[in-house]
Every structure is written in C-alpha cells, then in structure tokens.
C-alpha cells in the first residue's frame, strides 16, 4: 500500500523501518521536506513547507481514502483526522530546515549576495521553523 504512494514520489529516502523522505511534489521541492510514515494501517504524511496532506496527494493522483485503507469515507462524514508527527520524528526535519537558515544567515552576516532561490529555499525553512512552533506550541 504504502509501496503505491512511494512510487509516485521522487527522492524517496528511507530514514527508519516504515519510514521514508521524499520531495513534496506539491510545491517546488529541492530537498526532501516530505515525511512519510506507515503506523499500524495507516498512512501519515506530514510536509514539512506546510503544504495540507490533500494537497500533496492531490498532486499524486491520490486522496485521504488511500492513506486509510481499511476505512471506506461514508458521503457526508468528516475527514478522518491524521495523527500528528512527534517531535521526535519531525527532529530531522527541524534540524535540516535549521541548516539552511544557519546557511543563510552565514550569507547574509558574510556580506554575500543570496541568489533568489536560495531567498526562497530559506524563506520556506523560516516558514516551516515558524509552523512547527504552532504546533509544538498547540
Ligand atoms: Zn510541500
């Protein structure tokens, strides 16, 4: 199951047993900033940018329905609610996002000139640092 998800990805990187990086194919995604996990039956997947889980699986083809495999959504009932990420498990992700600010701020303190991709990459890692505060904070 999980297998049909993976394939869909590029980059994908397994970090742990039933756990993989990949990049988010639902922004421009130069490292791996996609955490996916199987738990139990389940599927979780956590974008690290901040994309929602629907659209990363919208941009694959897929929807919630095939991160539940075993649960058939009735018309009309809610979205089943995904299970958060630990802190422990978003730890790598933290510290890579924290790399590239340090990389930028090296720069920037440097006097040298980021490029506009690197401003992007390093605005996308503040956003993520700032969004997983939120939830951390929650
Ligand atoms: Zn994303």
Same mark, same amino acid.
């Given at each position: ?23 988010? =194919?639902?922004? +421009?995604?130069? /490292? ?5 996990? !199987?738990?139990?039956?389940?599927? @979780? &997947? ?33 979205? =089943?609610?995904? +299970?958060?990420? /630990? ?5 790598? !992700?933290?510290?890579?996002?924290? @790399? &590239? ?38």
């Amino acid at each position: 199951m999980v297998n049909s998800i993976l394939g869909r990805l590029h980059g994908v990187k397994q970090t742990a047993p039933n756990k993989w990086l990949a990049k988010c =194919p639902a922004h +421009p995604d130069r /490292s791996p900033s996609l955490a996916i996990r !199987l738990a139990d039956d389940r599927i @979780l &997947i956590h974008c690290f940018a901040g994309c929602s889980v629907d659209a990363v699986l919208s941009a694959i083809g897929l929807d919630m329905a095939d991160l539940f495999p075993d649960r058939v959504a009735a018309p009309g009932s809610p979205k =089943p609610k995904v +299970p958060r990420f /630990s802190a422990y498990e978003l730890f790598p !992700l933290l510290i890579q996002e924290a @790399l &590239i600010l340090a990389l930028a701020f090296d720069a920037v303190v440097s006097g040298d000139v980021l490029a506009d991709t690197d401003k992007q990459r390093a605005e996308q890692a503040f956003n993520a640092v700032l969004r997983l505060n939120n939830e951390v904070a929650k």
